[in-house]
């Protein structure tokens, strides 16, 4: 699988370079099939990667030509070895020949290797179960850190969902409480490594950097360092394993319970900017400002909105999102943003002397999320990358969002 995984790799490099000398006019999607087809023969190592991948590379690569032509995309680039995920597409799913062993595992079968187990982790529509409607139509082989992993593709007849009848809920994410609802509910988690893997991982980055010293400038690392950032990544992945199995547990949660999910619209690349500053211009608190930008790039905040986004739909729910200034600092039962409310991380404080409430600070700002939606301030997205790009040519004036548009309550933007 992995000689399999770097033919397809170079395949995808071989034809990018072919495809971006050739003239315009000669450029076809038969003649690019004719000049895979020839290399596979020219070239004995090629011959690894199997004619159907071979053809998925192919059909792969023009789809991403078309993604940039439509503007949802970049222009395909360079493979590179290391930087590059190692997979293989399997697109015939009658060669696949799913068996399944006992309730973990399962054999399957993949070309010119042979027959595989895997680990059942999911229904798959197999033996009987599998029909016109409802079949197994490909896979792709991927490794990771961990290891070699299967990912089957599914064709299936999904039934329209009915609209959710579900109370409406805001959402505030933050890094102390990782997400807190507007009904008083918190999700939090504890760390993703085990004290016995931080102190494994500390003394591998130790180990690493030990052995890096003592390399010269452009000499090749040794096998033993190559061994050591192995086993370092293989921590970080079973960590971001842990993180990503918690987020689906949690967004689940929260589309099957509430109809309407209110989040804010969050720049997270501005929150995490670097506060070094300038040689001129120093930055001020450097150091905790790099802390605070690993531990938000940690919690995924924009991963948990995009699997909202599907979770809800699927569901028959929706989501909105709407301003992100002040809902932090905003009292919710009186509206009012008074300097210094924000005593500490967890409690808030109003200090209007008409009202002095006092509460959960992560729970007020997720009840300001919901009454910013209630008042009609949802943000209406743009209709695509696409649309804006257009729109710059004629007019100059395209923005991001439609800006905030002011809705009468109980009208929604699907």
């Given at each position: 699988m ?25 450029r076809?999607l ?107 139509t ?12 299967i ?13 959710h ?12 409480v ?30 690493a ?8 400038p ?72 790099s ?124």
């Amino acid at each position: 699988m992995d000689d399999q995984a770097h033919a397809a790799r170079a395949m995808w490099n071989c034809l990018h370079d072919w495809w971006t000398m050739l003239p315009k006019e000669k450029r076809s999607l038969a003649a690019a099939d004719a000049a895979i087809r020839q290399a596979r023969k020219d070239i004995d190592w090629l011959g690894a990667l199997p004619a159907q991948s071979a053809q998925a590379v192919l059909k792969t690569y023009f789809q991403a030509w078309k993604n940039c032509w439509d503007g949802r995309a970049g222009a395909p680039n360079f493979k590179g070895r290391f930087r590059t995920v190692m997979s293989v597409d399997v697109p015939q799913g009658r060669d696949l020949n799913i068996v399944r062993v006992h309730r973990r595992w399962g054999q399957v079968n993949i070309p010119k290797v042979g027959r595989v187990r895997f680990r059942w982790t999911k229904d798959l529509p197999v033996g009987k179960h599998a029909n016109a409607e409802n079949r197994i139509t490909g896979a792709r082989l991927i490794k990771d850190a961990l290891g070699w992993h299967i990912a089957f593709r599914v064709q299936t007849l999904e039934v329209k969902p009915r609209p959710h009848q579900g109370p409406e809920v805001g959402i505030d994410v933050g890094v102390t409480v990782p997400i807190a609802l507007s009904d008083g509910e918190t999700y939090e988690h504890g760390e993703w490594l085990t004290e016995r893997e931080k102190a494994k991982l500390l003394r591998l980055e130790q180990r690493a950097a030990q052995r890096k010293q003592y390399r010269k400038p452009g000499e090749r690392a040794s096998r033993r360092l190559h061994h050591t950032y192995d086993q370092i990544a293989g921590l970080r992945a079973k960590a971001k394993r842990r993180a990503l199995d918690w987020q689906h547990q949690t967004t689940t949660i929260i589309a099957r319970s509430y109809g309407t999910v209110v989040v804010e619209a969050l720049t997270i690349t501005n929150m995490v900017k670097s506060a070094r500053g300038t040689i001129e211009e120093p930055g001020r608190n450097v150091a905790q400002k790099s802390g605070l930008n690993r531990a938000i790039s940690g919690e995924a905040w924009g991963r948990t909105v995009t699997m909202l986004t599907y979770k809800t739909a699927r569901h028959g729910g929706t989501l909105h999102k709407v301003p992100a200034p002040h809902t932090s600092r905003r009292c919710s039962a009186c509206g009012f943003i008074t300097p210094g409310s924000r005593e500490s991380q967890a409690v808030f404080v109003c200090k209007n002397p008409d009202c002095g409430w006092s509460g959960n600070a992560d729970h007020n700002a997720a009840r300001n999320v919901l009454h910013l939606y209630r008042m009609g301030l949802a943000l209406v997205p743009a209709a695509g990358r696409a649309v804006v790009r257009r729109a710059k040519r004629v007019k100059p004036a395209a923005a991001r969002y439609a800006g905030i548009s002011l809705l009468q309550p109980g009208e929604h933007f699907n």
